[in-house]
C-alpha cells in the first residue's frame, strides 16, 4: 500500500473529506441538470442527442412581435432539449478532461484505502471508463442509433456509483475504521 488513508494525519483526512464532499456537491448538481436537459430514460436520452439539430439563427436587425393563441396544454408539453453537434464536440472537449481529473483524484483516494488490489484496480477502472461510456454513448446515440442511448445512462449511472463507493469506504475507514491512528 502507498499511504494509509486509515492512519493518515488528522489534515489529511478532513482534506480528503471536503474533496469528497465538494465532488459530492458537484455529482447532485450535475444529476439535477442531467433531469432538466437529458432525463434518466433511453428515450429521453435519445430525443437530446439522436434528435434534431438545433437551430439558433442570428436575430433580425429589427424587432417583432408574434402573438399566437396558446392553451393550457400547450404549457404542460415537456421542452425537448436537443443537443447538436458543435454543442456536442463542446461538451467533450470540457467535460472528458475534467471527468479524468476526477477520476484522477477519486483514484488516489482509492490507492490509500485498505482494499485488495483486484477491488482497487477495478474501482479506478470503473472512475475512468465510466466517463468514456457516457460521452461515448452521447456520440454512438447522436452518429449510429438511439439505442446508444442506454451507454450514456450506464456511463452516468457508473459515474454515480463509483463516487458512492469511493466515498463510503473512505470515510468509514479514515473516521470510523478501528484501525485508524491519530499519530
Known sequence: ???DLRRADARIKWLVTCLLA???LSYIFG????SLYAGFT???????YA???MSMPMPPETTMVVNRPMSMADFAKPEVHTVDTN??????????????????????????????RAWAFGLITLLFAAPWLDFGGMW??????????????AGGWAMGVGYLVVTALAVYQMWRSPKGAEP
Open 87 to 116: 454543442l456536442l464536440i463542446q461538451d467533450t472537449h470540457v467535460h472528458v478532461p475534467m471527468y479524468g481529473v476526477i477520476a484522477a483524484a477519486l483514484g488516489v483516494v482509492v490507492l490509500g484505502l485498505s482494499l485488495r
Open 42 to 48: 433511453p428515450a429521453r436520452v435519445a430525443a437530446t
Open 22 to 24: 465538494t465532488f459530492g
Open 31 to 34: 444529476a439535477l441538470m442531467v
Open 1 to 3: 500500500m502507498l499511504y
Open 51 to 53: 434528435g434534431p439539430e
Open 140 to 153: 454512438l446515440t447522436k452518429f449510429a442509433s438511439p439505442r446508444f442511448a442506454i451507454l450514456t445512462l
